[in-house]
T-cell receptor, first 113, second 111 residues
């Protein structure tokens, strides 16, 4: 069964500094990959997705992620964070031949002034 | 955004009582999902549906049942609620290989 590991439960970073949130999934031949964001007291919204094609995926709010098949990773990056990026970020994966979408445990991004 | 509404949005109940959460969508999406969100656990899949009357178990299905009699509605039932089922429950829909669209969540407290 597919599983997702988000290596950091919390990441503090200074405002305007770069950030990387790490995500690894269990090996599979073919996967779909997603990053979702949950702002305080809100639901989840999609940041970006990888279905096929280019391994570098750009999303909303200046975020991007790179699919690395050999390392089974899909790390999320932003070159310069803003206080408004304070949120919890979830990585999710689905095998292309499976209907289930499995989420990681989430990473809380704390922006320091 | 897919029109997804969950009801009730908040519920407090007592141990041993039955509870049903409803998810209604207006986008005619084929797939519907129920997740629970707990601190330190992220989102865990309870059950999902891939069509009317077609459902399957997720990661944490014990103590839960689901039904989908119409494309637009997906019900999650706790036959006999326990305190360990206190959680925030999210419904989501999906069309094809794309992303999930989430409802606003239902906060359930079991005393």
């Amino acid at each position: 069964a597919q599983s997702v590991t988000q290596l950091d439960s919390q990441v503090p970073v200074f405002e305007e500094a770069p950030v990387e949130l790490r995500c690894n999934y269990s090996s599979s031949v073919s996967v779909y990959l997603f990053w979702y964001v949950q702002y305080p007291n809100q639901g989840l919204q999609l940041l970006l997705k990888y279905l096929s094609g280019s391994t570098l995926v750009k999303g909303i709010n200046g975020f991007e992620a790179e699919f690395n098949k050999s390392q089974t990773s899909f790390h999320l990056r932003k070159p310069s964070v803003h206080i408004s990026d304070t949120a919890e970020y979830f990585c999710a994966v689905s095998d292309t031949d499976d209907d289930k979408i499995i989420f990681g445990k989430g990473t809380r991004l704390h922006i320091l002034p | 955004d897919a029109g997804i509404t969950q009801s009730p949005r908040h519920k407090v109940t007592e141990t041993g009582t039955p509870v049903t959460l409803r998810c209604h969508q207006t986008e005619n999406h084929r797939y519907m999902y129920w997740y629970r969100q707990d601190p330190g656990h992220g989102l865990r899949l309870i059950h999902y549906s891939y069509g009317v009357k077609d459902t399957d178990k997720g990661e944490v299905s014990d103590g839960y049942s689901v039904s989908r009699s119409k494309t637009e509605d997906f019900l999650l039932t706790l036959e006999s609620a326990t305190s360990s089922q206190t959680s925030v429950y999210f419904c989501a829909t999906r069309q094809g290989a794309g992303e999930l669209f989430f409802g606003e969540g239902s906060r359930l407290t079991v005393l």
